[in-house]
């Protein structure tokens, strides 16, 4: 096989079968999927000409479209036989319409040229958030071992994908959430996707811990983001941006930052791409956090027991983690923010995001509710929709500016995660007139 499970701790290193589906490694890391071969550059003509996709759903897809570079399944890529009996897509629209675009009046409120900013609307996906890039690559794999019924823990995107996807591939999907925490109004896809709801007495962690025992029995699966499957489709936001610009680097690519799904990959992606030598320069990654949910930001920046944590090679001091997350626990810490997405105090991630700021020389900053709600009004004066985590990414960019961390001569690309689900922020914004871009109604 070419393609196999690894722990991403390099002093354990254990390999795995790709068709496993237990995603914790026995020393109680994450895995990663890997690749024996190295793929051609090359291949980035194949991928420019599938953009003209001549009938076929997985050239129009925006994931499928680099799916030699994601081919855990093992296919013929050419073989749209095999890509139809293998490759889960919803008509070839996940990924489809995200590419990166400019926009002025965001350009003009973070205080750079123009030319030099691009943000890429993940919104634009069928369920409506950067999740179903990930998911089409989870649910294909749930399919390579014949898993009968997905199963997230999840208060708003991630169960709308997987409850999408479940639904077009026949398959049950199962959703955990707190009971009474959590609002119906962020549930209503999932709920229209057909899943089953299952209520949790307890917390949000509570909810993940019920819905990660439930995968264990047979014929289930999770799709929450310690599936190192949705980190391969997640790599395709950074391959779309990077395709758009000719495959020439970025200084910067900026993202919200939440359980740490998207920083993850986005270092898988760009560690592969230098070691297969397609891209001879690295971007920095930026990730933003909200203030009220920011423990990457504590963490790395050294604002917790005076340390910096880093990845140290593969080495990264667990105890410092640990010690917050108990703290956290014993002070009654819970992450708060309006931004719901990004609402997350325990990233799942977090190594492989630590992982992925080490290699790109990453930084992390935080930013107000207030900001981020400014930053997803601006984003909507140009004529494009994002949720308000996204605004994180405007707020984020202005901020490092002020800082002069990003030159006003480097290259931004910024991903928009998601679509807005929250009807009544903007109504409430745009009605309050002490806000920035605030345009109430007139009587
Ligand atoms: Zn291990």
Request: aromatic letters at 8%.
């Amino acid at each position: 096989m070419n393609s196999y499970l690894k722990c991403v701790n390099q002093k354990c290193g254990k390999e795995y079968p790709i068709l496993s589906t237990d995603f914790k490694c026995s020393c109680g890391n994450l895995l990663d999927v890997k690749y024996k071969n190295s793929p051609s550059s090359n291949l980035k003509e194949v991928f420019y000409k599938r953009r003209n996709p001549e009938g076929s759903i997985f050239n129009e897809s925006g994931v499928w479209r680099f799916r030699e570079l994601l081919n855990f399944c093992e296919i013929d890529t050419e073989d749209l036989e095999q890509c139809s009996k293998n490759l889960v897509s919803l008509d070839g629209s996940e990924g489809r319409q995200s590419k990166p675009y400019h926009m002025s009046k965001v350009a003009s409120f973070v205080g750079i040229d123009n030319e030099r900013l691009m943000l890429q609307p993940e919104g634009y996906n069928p369920s409506g958030s950067f999740k179903d890039n990930g998911m089409s690559a989870a649910v294909t794999h749930a399919k390579m071992v014949n898993a009968k019924k997905i199963i997230c823990a999840s208060t708003g995107n991630t169960s709308a994908s997987a409850g999408m996807f479940a639904a077009n591939e026949n398959m049950e999907c199962d959703v955990y959430i707190p009971e009474g925490e959590i609002s119906p109004g962020k549930l209503s896809q999932a709920y229209q996707f057909g899943t089953q709801m299952i209520h949790v007495k307890g917390t949000f962690d509570d909810a993940f811990v019920k819905s990660l025992n439930a995968s264990k029995e047979s014929g289930s699966y999770t799709v929450n983001s310690i599936n190192p499957f949705r980190i391969e489709g997640q790599k395709t936001i950074p391959y779309r941006a990077l395709e758009f610009l000719n495959w020439e680097v970025p200084d910067w690519i900026v993202y919200p930052g939440g359980a740490l799904g998207n920083t993850s990959s986005c270092g898988k992606c760009i560690m592969e791409l230098y070691e297969w030598g397609w891209i001879k320069k690295i971007p920095r990654i930026a990730v933003i956090n909200a203030e009220g949910a920011n423990t990457l930001d504590v963490l790395y920046n050294g604002k917790f027991e005076d340390t910096e944590l880093r990845w140290n090679k593969g080495d990264p001091n667990v105890e410092l983690i640990d010690q917050y997350y108990s703290k956290m626990n014993d002070d009654g810490i819970r992450p708060q923010t309006k931004a719901t997405a990004i609402q997350i105090g325990k990233p799942a991630n977090l190594l492989k995001g630590l992982r992925a700021l080490e290699f790109t020389d990453g930084v992390v900053t935080s930013v107000t509710d207030n900001e981020m709600l400014d930053g997803m009004s601006i984003v909507g004066l140009n004529g494009f929709d994002c949720e308000m985590a996204s605004g994180a990414v405007p707020a984020g960019v202005k901020k490092l500016m002020g800082e002069e961390i990003i030159k006003k001569d480097d290259t931004v690309i910024g991903i928009l995660t998601g679509r807005q689900k929250e009807p009544l922020l903007p109504i409430e914004y745009h009605n309050n007139i002490s806000n920035k871009f605030a345009r109430p109604p007139k009587e």
